[in-house]
């Protein structure tokens, strides 16, 4: 009994460290967290070019400014996460003052990155950051699916002078004979997002003129 006992044991001792070796020995899982960083005064300026097809006259007007998102604090959401409150500013093209636009909330989760504006709530990211994840977007709000994927990785990116040595691509589309709805997302490793291309439009059937909608393109242009 007590030798049977004894080899019971042994085999137990065995297995536990065999596992325990296993363990010790996979892989650490890179989620990549800092295409989404998060902290307190960090400020990123954006050039914004947008243009609006929903005028009466039929003729787009297009608008230029720039937007500023600044971390201002750090708060405790209600699901007890740690999120930041982020300040936006705009001032158009030949301004020199920065109006207060609104406030955003972000969020790192361990498996999305989320932003609450407008009172909404949009999964900007998902973790790990792997080539070909797919999420929708909305699944935190009552708006239409968008199913986003992410297209490129580590990819080199020029914009402004500013040069970044790994990006991120996500992609949504939904296109048919009469609309295309096109969003496109770029994210530098330790700085966020550094350009966002949206096109949302109705069509004239079958043709490539515009009827109604909106098109822009905000990019980054200073960090700190």
Known sequence: MTK?????????????????KKESLA??????????????????????DSTDYSGFAGNPVNYKFQLKDSVAST????????????ERYKKNENETIWQYQKTISRTVKPRSAEEL????????????????????????????????SITNI???????????????????EDKNLIEQDVI???????????????????????????TNGYEYKMELVSFK
């Open 117 to 148: 504006i407008d009172n909404k709530i949009y999964i900007r990211l998902v973790f790990p950051t792997d080539l070909g994840a797919t999420w929708n977007a909305n699944s935190k709000n009552n708006l239409l699916k968008n199913e986003f």
């Open 4 to 20: 049977t006992f004894n080899c019971l044991s042994f085999l137990f001792l065995l297995i536990t460290i065999v596992s325990c």
């Open 75 to 86: 708060f405790t959401d209600a699901d007890n996460n740690l999120a930041y409150r982020i």
């Open 27 to 48: 892989p650490v899982i890179d989620f990549k967290y800092n295409f989404y960083p998060l902290a307190l005064t960090n400020v990123l300026v954006y050039n914004v």
């Open 184 to 210: 496109t997302n770029i994210y530098a490793q330790n700085v966020g997002l550094i350009s966002a291309e949206v096109r949302a439009v109705d069509l004239k059937f079958n043709t490539v003129e515009i």
């Open 154 to 172: 580590f990819e080199t990116y020029t914009q402004n002078n500013l040069q970044f040595a790994n990006t991120i691509i996500t992609h949504f």
